[in-house]
């Protein structure tokens, strides 16, 4: 198969991209911190009221932490079905662990949508 046809995904590919669990790791305090996560189908998305747009500049931003963390949530959750041996982190004890590790975690999620969403847009 030529580069060319391989970096071109088919609609097969992208649906099955959305029951793999994706695995990762992350540094704290030293040590590694291994979760897991899936890529969401449009169902799958946390369903929050929509925002009106008399919002205020903080409403918008806790609007916007609260859909966040529930997307991360439902997509470690969504894991967590798939894989349960490996479980790290679910909705339980999301809110008990270090603030900082969960940012950690948002970001090595969103870095790896980041980069999975501009592999698709450029390939």
């Known amino acids: 198969m030529s ?22 790791s992350v540094k704290y305090r030293g040590k590694d911190f291994n979760f897991q996560y899936c890529e969401l189908t449009e169902k799958e ?14 409403e918008q931003q806790d ?27 679910n909705s339980d004890n999301w809110s008990d662990i270090p603030l900082t ?9 969103l870095s790896y949508q980041q980069e999975a969403t501009e592999n698709f847009t450029t390939g």
Not at 48 to 58: G, N, S, W
Not at 101 to 109: A, G, N, P
């Open 3 to 24: 580069e060319e046809k391989a970096s071109v995904w088919t609609i097969e590919e992208l649906i099955e991209s959305t029951e793999e669990v994706q695995k990762a």
């Open 45 to 58: 998305e946390p369903n929050l009221k929509a925002l009106p747009k008399t919002a205020t500049e903080q």
């Open 63 to 89: 609007w916007a932490t609260e859909t966040g963390t529930e997307r991360i949530l439902a997509m470690i959750e969504k894991a967590n079905d798939k894989n349960p041996d490996e479980s790290t982190i």
């Open 101 to 109: 590790l969960r940012y950690q975690i948002t970001s090595e999620i």
